[in-house]
């Protein structure tokens, strides 16, 4: 479904947002279903059972019911299912398609869309079907995202090396800042042992040795491009002794500062 063009969505008339009555129930039928429905519980409780397995639904279940499937549902009179379903058919085949059935996380987004949707028919608003189809779309693209999410293990791991980047780019843009290390952890929401650990297996070196070096790779650059001289140089980036300066350059590049200039 992914890779299938808005028109290739076929709008089906069976469409709504309800709030099923107390004795509501979804009857299994004898022939399975013969297109698409996107059934999704806003609230209330119930049991959905799709080909055989049962599903214990609430707030943000969702269910991508496919030609050829059964089902059927029932809920709990005393907090009845609220729900949207949408049919719909596809004109061409579909080489990739949602899972049957998910829960949704951050619903916000979604709810807005199905919102959308039954909305633009209840006023045949201007090009309703163009928009519908478009809306169809975006649908079925956040459930393959849903679907194809990392993780959260992985996801976490993701967001630690994207924090600890975070850190190092800062620390460049930065270099003449006296940074200390525990403002640097706790920027990226760490401790500070444990940032150390992780920067230093992120990035190859401690975060000590990769303020120094960042420092010094700004200092050439001043001093080769800038025009300015050793002792600007050195007190722009925040260096109060200027042997203390030369020092540590010569020891990272080799060459003294005035070498360099």
């Keep these: 479904m992914l890779k299938l063009a808005p028109s290739s969505y076929v709008l089906l008339s069976a469409f709504a947002k309800i709030v099923c009555e107390p004795g509501w129930k979804w009857q299994k039928r004898e022939k399975p279903l013969a297109n698409y429905d996107l059934f ?3 609230s209330g409780e119930g049991e959905v059972v799709l080909n055989g397995k049962p599903y214990r639904v609430g707030k943000g279940s969702c269910f991508l019911f496919r ?55 209840l006023v045949r608003t201007f090009a309703a079907e163009e928009e519908a189809r478009l809306l169809l779309k975006q649908l079925v693209i956040h459930l393959l995202r849903a679907d194809l999410a990392e993780p959260i293990e992985r996801r976490a791991s993701n967001q630690l090396t994207e924090s600890i980047h975070e850190i190092a780019n800062y620390i460049q843009q930065h270099p003449g800042n006296a940074h200390r290390v525990d403002d640097l952890a706790a920027r990226a929401g760490l401790s500070t042992r444990y940032f150390s650990i992780k920067f230093k297996e992120l990035i190859g070196v401690s975060v000590q040795t990769y303020m120094i070096r960042s ?15 050793v002792t600007e140089v050195a007190d722009a980036l925040g260096y109060r002794d200027i042997f203390f300066f030369s020092r540590q350059f010569k020891q990272y590049t080799g060459k003294s500062p005035s070498e360099i200039r």
């Design 40 to 42: 999704y519980v806003w």
């Design 67 to 121: 030609p050829g499937d059964h089902t059927s549902a029932t809920h709990n009179p005393q907090k009845p299912l609220v729900l949207t379903y949408i049919h719909f058919d596809i004109a061409e085949p579909a080489e990739i398609v949602p899972e049957p059935y998910r829960v949704l996380e951050d619903t916000f987004d979604f709810e807005h869309m199905l919102s959308r949707y039954v909305r633009l028919f």
């Design 215 to 229: 420092r010094i790779e700004r200092a050439q650059h001043l001093l080769m491009h800038a025009g300015m001289n």
